[in-house]
């Protein structure tokens, strides 16, 4: 699985994106899906993650409420709706491909990453 994601850019604090990830292939459709993010000078921290069928979501506490994580199989798209964004969101997001199909909040969970995109929330 190949994985590209896209969406990032500056908004102010308050407001909202929406990141995509673009999945090469049809073997996404099997697998658990998550969105991860990484701070500078920071290590890599769980966001959200959905499960293959999208009947599992799972968020990081510091994110609940304000983001949704949902999917597409038939077009092999995963996405991450970002609201009420805060300055403490700004980080470069990833997209991960699980080795499962249900929900995960591991890093070592996942052996499929995107490039990342970056999300910067400025006051």
């Known amino acids: 699985v190949q994985l590209q994601a896209s969406g990032g850019g500056l908004v102010q604090t308050g407001g909202s994106l929406r990141l995509s990830c673009a999945a090469s292939?049809?073997?996404?459709?099997?697998?658990?899906m998550g969105w991860f993010r990484q701070a500078p000078g920071k290590e890599r921290e769980f966001v959200a993650s959905i499960s293959w069928n999208g009947g599992r979501i799972f968020y990081a506490d510091s994110v609940k409420g304000r983001f949704t994580i949902f999917r597409d199989n038939a077009k092999n798209m995963l996405y991450l709706q970002m609201n009420s964004l805060k300055s403490e969101d700004t980080a470069v997001y990833y997209c991960?491909?699980?080795?499962?199909?249900?929900?995960?909040?591991?890093?070592?969970?996942?052996?499929?990453w995107g490039q990342g995109t970056l999300v910067t929330v400025s006051s």
């Open positions: 991960a491909a699980s080795r499962y199909a249900t929900t995960s909040s591991q890093v070592g969970h996942h052996n499929y």
């Open positions: 292939r049809g073997t996404f459709r099997n697998n658990g």
